[in-house]
Structures are given as C-alpha cells and as structure tokens.
C-alpha cells in the first residue's frame, strides 16, 4: 500500500508451524522496526475468531487487524482489505503478517500474488519460517521421539522447503550441540535458505534477521510439487478450539490469575496427553475484567512440554477473561473435553462460564490465487 509518505508499505510474512513461536518474534519485530521511527501494523489469521495473539498484540497498543475463518491464501482479498483499514488507521511502512500456522504454499498464494497484482501498494520481504528446535529436531529425526502422523508433518517439512529465511527460535532453550545438529540439518535438506539462530522471547540474535526484512525484498519461487489432498488431509487431522470463558464474579473474593492460568493450561495438556494425542499448541491470555490491556499470557507447545508465562498480571484480581487457543492432532471433540475438565477442576471457589466456544478441523484450502515463476517481478 502507498502510505502516507508516498512510499510502498513492506509487507513482511512470519510463517512457522503451531508453536514455533511465531507471535512473540512478531512482536520483537514490531518493537525493533518501531524503535527505528517506523510506522508498523499487524495482521493476524487463524481459522477461527477470539485470537489470543491478536489480545497480545493489542495490549503492546499495537495497530492490529484479524482475519478468521482460513488462511491468508483462501481469505487475499480479507488480507487486502484488512491492509487498506490499517492504511486509514496509521499508514503503517510495515505490515507484519502472521500466517495460520498449519498452512504452506504461501508463497505461490499470498506473496507472489501481491507482488503482481498489488505491485503498486506493496514490497514484499522475504518469507520467514520461525521454528521450534526440539520439534524441528523430531521431524528431522535429529533427536526425540513422538510427534505427527506423515501428513502433518509433510506440511510442516513445506513451510521449511519455500522458506528463504529459516529462523531457529528458542535457541535459549537447548544445547550448543543440539544447535549444531540442527543446523547440519537443516542446511543439508534446506540449502537455498538462510539459517538466523537467536531468540524471540529474551530477544538475542534477531538483528540480523530484521535487518533482512527491512532491506531484502523476496526472491522466493513456489513449491513444484504441492499435493494439496496430502496437504489437505494433514489439515484435516488437527483439531481446533478457540474459546472465551469468563472466571470468578465481579466484587468477589481475589485470587491469583498467574497461578491459575498456568494450572489450567497444565489440567488441559495432563487431559489431552491421558487421550494419548499430541499438542501443536496451546495458549491462553487472561484479562482483567473490563481491562483488556491489563492481562496474564502463557502457552506450552508440545504435549510433553509445561506452561511458561510470558506477560504477567501484577496484582490479583477478582474476575477475568480468559481466551483459549488450543491446537493440536485429535478429534475436537477431546479438546473441548479437556478444556471442561480443567474448568470444572477449579470447583466452586472459582465460578467459570463458558461465554463462547468453537472446535473444529480445519477445511480443504482452496487458494484465491495460486501463482507460480519469476514473471513480473521487478
């Protein structure tokens, strides 16, 4: 989009599968551009309403738009749209864009698609791809056991093969020599990729990776040989649920939202691990009543993994919002299972209505535009 400036807005695509933590390295990202006097707007995407990623960002007071009910691939023109109201909100010179994270192919489908038929509004950054080391290393079949059946995991190795900047995120969390293998790894089946290790969530060695989506504009070709049935049928095996649920009365007795959140999202995974499936990702914010900035967010990202609390309510409070994300490769029916079980594991002492919820899998994608080569670009 032209802004005010008169200059093109760089539209900037974080992709990753469920959990990689794409969502905090967008908000680095935003606070990095921001600190650099540009203007940035945000958009996120899930097949559902009620995002916990767009609460997030809202509370960093960020310019922020959701789209829901598919991925920017089947709902371009909603991200069209979506980019002209933040161009009458703040003309933003960045817009982030935040992916589905079960979704590929986004280059053929969202990133070519803009450049030639939105030349004129946009500049395309490269398309990053955020991953989680201990998954990566699973798929890879570097280290670990468990995980996807084939065709979840035949969409995640496509996000790798279009990708032209692999970001290893969590770096903090594992081993120097795990780091290495991964590397290894994923130069070996990824080599026209460029490789940026750090982490987004205590922010060390991103800079150069924000560097290239400021001044590198993409290069990327589409993936040859998408099977969209396999592509489909991965998809078709995760199960999701968004819900909002509304804890404790108004006026009542206080108590800690920290602590209870995290108690929820460990009842939650402890419930879906006895059904024996595996978590792609879930995650929680939990709001003061009436105060939708004031909040507490925490999130675990595979079945074997605990909750971490990354934004923390700083006093106690007597009623909340509570939003749950939950993603992960089981019948929805199991997911909304575990999430009334940990509701009704808080008893009496704190009283929980359930204000909305959705669980589904997630339809065939069926693409607005599917563009492939080289032609019309600049």
Same mark, same amino acid.
């Given at each position: 989009?032209?802004?005010?400036?008169?200059?093109?807005?760089?539209?900037?695509?974080?992709?990753?599968?469920?959990?990689?933590?794409?969502?905090?390295?967008?908000?680095?990202?935003?606070?990095?551009?921001?600190?650099?006097?540009?203007?940035?707007?945000?958009?996120?995407?899930?097949?559902?309403? #009620?995002?916990?990623?767009?609460?997030?960002?809202?509370?960093?007071?960020?310019?922020?738009?959701?789209?829901?009910?598919?991925?920017?691939?089947?709902?371009?023109?909603?991200?069209?749209?979506?980019?002209?109201?933040?161009?009458?909100e703040?003309?933003?010179? /960045?817009?982030?864009?935040?992916?589905?994270?079960?979704?590929?192919?986004?280059?053929?489908?969202?990133?070519?698609?803009?450049?030639?038929?939105?030349g004129?509004?946009?500049?395309?950054?490269?398309?990053?791809?955020?991953?989680?080391?201990?998954?990566?290393?699973?798929?890879?079949? /570097?280290?670990?056991?468990?995980?996807?059946?084939?065709?979840?995991t035949?969409?995640?190795?496509?996000?790798?093969?279009?990708a032209?900047?692999?970001?290893?995120?969590k770096?903090?969390?594992?081993?120097?020599?795990?780091?290495?293998?991964?590397?290894?790894?994923?130069?070996?089946e990824?080599?026209?990729?460029?490789?940026?290790?750090?982490?987004?969530?205590?922010?060390?060695?991103l800079?150069?990776?924000?560097?290239?989506?400021?001044?590198?504009?993409?290069?990327?070709?589409a993936?040859?040989?998408?099977?969209?049935?396999?592509?489909?049928?991965?998809?078709?095996?995760?199960?999701w649920?968004?819900?909002?649920?509304?804890?404790?009365?108004?006026? #009542?007795?206080?108590?800690?939202?920290?602590?209870r959140?995290?108690?929820?999202?460990?009842? /939650?995974?402890?419930?879906?691990?006895?059904s024996?499936?595996?978590?792609?990702?879930?995650?929680?914010?939990?709001?003061?009543?009436?105060?939708?900035?004031?909040?507490a967010?925490?999130?675990?990202?595979?079945?074997?993994?605990?909750?971490?609390?990354?934004?923390?309510?700083a006093?106690?409070?007597?009623?909340?919002?509570?939003?749950?994300?939950?993603?992960?490769?089981?019948?929805?029916?199991?997911?909304?299972?575990?999430?009334r079980?940990?509701?009704?594991?808080? #008893?009496?002492?704190?009283?929980?209505?359930?204000?909305?919820?959705?669980?589904?899998?997630?339809?065939?994608?069926?693409?607005?535009?599917?563009?492939?080569?080289?032609?019309g670009?600049?």
């Amino acid at each position: 989009m032209t802004t005010s400036s008169g200059h093109t807005a760089r539209y900037v695509m974080i992709g990753g599968f469920l959990g990689a933590g794409k969502t905090t390295s967008m908000l680095r990202a935003a606070a990095w551009f921001t600190s650099r006097g540009l203007r940035v707007g945000l958009v996120t995407n899930d097949q559902a309403g #009620g995002l916990v990623d767009t609460a997030l960002a809202r509370a960093h007071n960020l310019a922020v738009e959701e789209i829901a009910g598919g991925c920017f691939c089947c709902r371009f023109t909603s991200l069209v749209e979506a980019a002209s109201r933040l161009e009458k909100e703040s003309a933003p010179e /960045i817009l982030l864009a935040e992916p589905v994270g079960s979704c590929t192919d986004l280059v053929a489908t969202v990133s070519l698609p803009l450049e030639r038929i939105y030349g004129d509004r946009f500049t395309v950054a490269p398309l990053s791809v955020v991953v989680d080391p201990l998954r990566a290393m699973r798929v890879l079949g /570097i280290g670990g056991v468990g995980g996807f059946s084939a065709n979840v995991t035949y969409i995640y190795r496509k996000q790798l093969e279009e990708a032209e900047i692999i970001v290893i995120n969590k770096c903090d969390l594992v081993s120097e020599a795990q780091r290495a293998a991964l590397r290894t790894g994923l130069a070996a089946e990824f080599p026209g990729a460029r490789l940026i290790e750090g982490s987004a969530r205590d922010g060390t060695g991103l800079d150069p990776w924000f560097e290239a989506l400021l001044a590198d504009s993409s290069a990327a070709t589409a993936i040859d040989d998408i099977d969209y049935d396999r592509y489909a049928d991965g998809e078709s095996l995760l199960g999701w649920l968004n819900a909002e649920v509304r804890l404790g009365v108004p006026g #009542g007795v206080e108590w800690d939202g920290n602590a209870r959140l995290v108690d929820i999202l460990a009842s /939650i995974r402890a419930a879906v691990e006895r059904s024996g499936h595996e978590i792609a990702h879930l995650k929680a914010t939990l709001s003061v009543e009436g105060d939708a900035f004031e909040l507490a967010a925490a999130n675990l990202v595979r079945t074997d993994a605990g909750p971490e609390l990354s934004h923390r309510l700083a006093d106690p409070l007597d009623a909340g919002r509570l939003l749950i994300n939950l993603r992960a490769e089981a019948d929805p029916a199991v997911l909304e299972s575990a999430l009334r079980s940990a509701l009704d594991a808080l #008893g009496d002492e704190l009283p929980a209505e359930i204000v909305h919820c959705e669980h589904f899998r997630p339809g065939r994608p069926v693409p607005t535009h599917r563009l492939t080569g080289l032609a019309g670009r600049a």
